[in-house]
T-cell receptor, first 113, second 120 residues
Framework: QQQVKQSPQSLIVQKGGISIINCAYENTAFDYFPWYQQFPGKGPALLIAIRPDVSEKKEGRFTISFNKSAKQFSLHIMDSQPGDSATYFCAASMGNAGNMLTFGGGTRLMVKP | GAVVSQHPSWVICKSGTSVKIECRSLDFQATTMFWYRQFPKQSLMLMATSNEGSKATYEQGVEKDKFLINHASLTLSTLTVTSAHPEDSSFYIC????????????????FGPGTRLLVL
């Protein structure tokens, strides 16, 4: 049973556009929701994370929107750049940020110049 | 930021041989390390959770006798793929959980750069 569902699987955005990736979770015990960026042949790197007590968190061009009642959260990348082209994973865990992560299926983002 | 290293970064071996992958936390003590496997164009799948000084906890479907995990110190965990076969070819990634410290006030998880294993 896939506990974190991510969509779309792939996304093409023009430079300067907004990239939006969505995730939905099933386990209401999840209370930590990070997003990771992974380049080919590299390990994932934490981009931004949110807890359910806030509905939005922004760091630079990256924003997480969180809807607790719908059990959904999304990543928005504003002013997308070719350098943002990577695979993005949402994840969820229970308790603190160091606990076991359940990953979404990933979204391959390509930003066209 | 915190650094987690993996060695080797890639390895090619013959079928039937054993391969050891190291995961080190370079500037913090890791109470727990996680081992993931990632097949091409797929997500990370947790294989096992490794706690320092105790036996690893394996996820369902992961053979503990095939994937031996040792977490002998707070900065080092090793994954040994025993009698590797071509189907074990994958990208293996570790992550390390930091203890709260002066440098890292909250527990968080840092990922290594991954090890690509190709079994011929």
């Amino acid at each position: 049973q896939q506990q974190v569902k991510q969509s779309p699987q792939s996304l093409i955005v023009q430079k300067g556009g907004i990239s939006i990736i969505n995730c939905a979770y099933e386990n209401t015990a999840f209370d930590y929701f990070p997003w990771y960026q992974q380049f080919p042949g590299k390990g994932p790197a934490l981009l931004i994370a949110i807890r359910p007590d806030v509905s939005e968190k922004k760091e630079g061009r990256f924003t997480i929107s969180f809807n607790k009642s719908a059990k959904q959260f999304s990543l928005h990348i504003m002013d997308s750049q070719p350098g943002d082209s990577a695979t993005y994973f949402c994840a969820a865990s229970m308790g603190n940020a160091g606990n076991m992560l359940t990953f979404g299926g990933g979204t391959r983002l390509m930003v066209k110049p | 930021g915190a650094v987690v290293s993996q060695h080797p970064s890639w390895v090619i071996c013959k079928s039937g041989t054993s391969v050891k992958i190291e995961c080190r936390s370079l500037d913090f003590q890791a109470t727990t390390m996680f081992w993931y496997r990632q097949f091409p164009k797929q997500s990370l799948m947790l294989m096992a959770t490794s706690n320092e000084g105790s036996k690893a906890t394996y996820e369902q479907g992961v053979e503990k006798d095939k994937f031996l995990i040792n977490h002998a110190s707070l900065t080092l965990s090793t994954l040994t793929v025993t009698s590797a076969h071509p189907e074990d070819s994958s990208f293996y990634i570790c992550s390390a959980r930091s203890r709260p410290s002066r440098l890292h006030t909250q527990e968080t998880q840092y990922f290594g750069p991954g090890t690509r294993l190709l079994v011929l």
